[in-house]
C-alpha cells in the first residue's frame, strides 16, 4: 500500500511556447534568439558578445539572474534583461 502512495506519477512534459522571454526557460533549456527588446546600447553590447538574432544559446543556469553558453562561451545576464530577450525554445 505504501509503495502506491509513494510511487512516481508520470509528469507531463510542459507546453513549449511559440515565443517566450529568456528569463521564462528553465536549466538545460536550448533556444534561439528572436528578438531584443531592450535598449539599443544595451543590444549592441550584447551584439558584440555573440548574443543576436539568430543565435541559438543554451541556458547554463537560472537560479541567479541567467548563465547562457554562446557559441562556446559563457554570457551571465540579469533578469531584467532576459525579460526583454525573445526566444523560441528547440527541442532536444
Given amino acids: 500500500m505504501l509503495s502506491r502512495l509513494f510511487r512516481k506519477k508520470p509528469q507531463e512534459a510542459p507546453a513549449r ?26 543590444a549592441h553590447r550584447l551584439r558584440g558578445m555573440g548574443l543576436f538574432e539568430g543565435t541559438c544559446v543554451q ?9 547562457l553558453e554562446v557559441k562556446g562561451s559563457r554570457l551571465a545576464l540579469g533578469h531584467a534583461l532576459a525579460r526583454a530577450i525573445k526566444v523560441l525554445p528547440l527541442a532536444g
Fill in 17 to 42: 511556447c511559440a515565443e517566450c522571454p529568456l528569463a521564462a526557460c528553465a536549466t538545460g533549456c536550448r533556444a534561439a534568439v528572436l528578438r531584443m527588446d531592450c535598449d539599443h546600447d544595451e
Fill in 59 to 67: 541556458v547554463i543556469d537560472s537560479r541567479n539572474g541567467m548563465l
